[in-house]
């Protein structure tokens, strides 16, 4: 039988659901893009464009992928395709925020649930493909952590196989060090944006997905700490180059301590033993004295502690827990002070070789789940290190660690779905 829809039914999550997509007006689409990316950030952040092919060449649909270097990326594109439109895919819990909801909705964002398979995106991928529209993908699914790139999400070379469109990539360059992961302040400097070719509809007929696979990897792959020792481009950070720097650097390289590193103004400085450095505007990294032992570059650093990270979850018995505050997606109103979950729980993470294990209460109720390390390559983070989320059976969950333990979380839970046999393998 028939009835009238509950209002109570009619969640947020619902109305996303139900939401069918088509390629952004062209006029508002050109108005916002000249008044808010051109007029207000453009100059701000020095954005200049090398166009090794011009956008006019080619005709719509096509799809263009680019690393994902910052929460700005959309500033840093989409200036290098006009007079092209583009429909961006974003990350689906930011549809739940008051101050993005709006200005998605209008420029026809498609929602994609990160780092698990997402049907409705590829629907709507295709549906504004079929409208004439041209879609834009950030592969690896988060901005950057370390300044440097991670692999593409599972399966992107497959789906761009089966697309069988003309692919453009844009390059970014200067973005991480404008806006990177560990802090939320935005250091003016210069963004440099290429724009090529990396696949015609022929050249992806001809290769296998492992293959387009591997090409989109090698050709998003960029390292911002690199490019600048020889871009040397200041970046303005008011004197407050390593502000919570230690939120992505919590391994001291000297005496091999854990979260006693600690970020503030200038310089990084082990608690524990004296280790340290001062982050200059270049984002070098100078020893404060000859006794200290400092990695070349933040990258270099972290990737170090990939290496502990991998270590550590060898051992059979690799245990990491930690009580955690648990934020869901709201039903019924946006987010509001550009919050990214509302907190309904708290309770117990912990990760060991099995998977990752939650065990604590939610909206009153005790509230449990558990995922197979093979299935958990990787989190996401919506805005800087302080919190980190999954999805659970298709729902958003974020936690928020009592202590600064973000880049630990991360850096073990890919490691040990490696160690599991998982699929998102890391670069050769």
């Known amino acids: 039988m028939g009835g009238k829809k509950n209002a109570q039914d009619d969640t947020l999550q619902r109305k996303l659901a139900r939401r069918r997509l088509h390629k952004p007006n062209y006029i508002i689409y050109r108005i916002l893009t000249f008044v808010v990316v051109k007029l207000m950030f453009e100059k701000k952040f020095r954005v200049t464009y090398t166009r090794k092919v011009n956008p006019r060449d080619f005709k719509a649909p096509f799809i ?5 270097a910052s929460r700005l990326d959309y500033i840093f594109t989409s200036l290098a395709l006009l007079p092209h439109t583009l429909n961006y895919v974003a990350g689906y819990n930011e549809f739940f925020r008051s101050h993005l909801s709006f200005i998605f909705r209008l420029m026809q964002v498609i929602p994609k649930k990160n780092f698990v398979s997402d049907i409705y995106t590829i629907k709507e991928i295709k549906r504004v493909i079929n409208d004439g529209g041209n879609i834009m993908l950030f592969p690896e699914g988060m901005s950057s952590i370390s300044g440097s790139n991670q692999p593409c999400a599972l399966a992107s070379g497959k789906m761009l196989k089966r697309l069988g469109l003309p692919v453009l990539r844009t390059g970014i360059s200067g973005g991480y060090l404008t806006s990177t992961k560990y802090c939320l302040d935005e250091r003016a400097g210069r963004v440099d944006v290429e724009l090529d070719l990396l696949f015609t509809p022929e050249q992806l007929a001809e290769m296998t997905e492992d293959e387009v696979q ?7 792959h960029h390292d911002d700490y690199e490019w600048n020792k020889t871009a040397r481009v200041k970046f303005d950070g008011q004197g407050q180059m390593a502000k919570n720097l230690h939120d992505m650097l919590y391994w001291c390289p000297k005496c091999g ?7 503030e ?7 524990s033993c004296g280790n340290g450095a001062e982050l200059n505007e270049y ?11 400092i990695p070349d570059t933040p990258r270099v650093w972290w990737d170090m502690q990939r290496e502990n990270a991998r270590d550590l ?4 018995n690799f245990l990491l827990r930690e009580h955690v505050k648990l934020g869901t997606l709201p039903k019924f109103k946006y987010l509001k002070e550009q919050k990214t ?3 309904t729980g708290e309770g117990v993470l912990t990760l060991d070789r099995r998977g990752l294990r939650f065990d604590g209460t939610r909206d009153g109720a005790p509230f449990s789940f558990a995922v197979d390390a093979k299935n958990l390559p990787t989190y996401g983070m919506c805005t800087d290190m ?7 059976n298709g729902e958003f969950l974020e936690f928020f660690p009592d202590g600064r333990t973000v880049a630990k979380w991360l850096l073990t839970t890919e490691e040990n779905h490696r160690i599991a046999g998982g699929a998102w393998r890391d670069f050769d």
């Open 313 to 316: 979850v060898k051992d059979e």
């Open 64 to 68: 263009v992928v680019s690393n994902h």
């Open 214 to 220: 591997a090409k989109l990897d090698a050709a998003i």
């Open 386 to 392: 302080t919190q980190f989320y999954t999805f659970v």
């Open 265 to 271: 103004g200038d310089k990084i400085v082990c608690t």
């Open 283 to 293: 984002y070098d990294l100078t020893p404060l004295d000859d006794t200290c032992v």
């Open 257 to 263: 301590a854990e979260f006693t590193m600690r970020g």
């Open 341 to 343: 979950s509302e907190i």
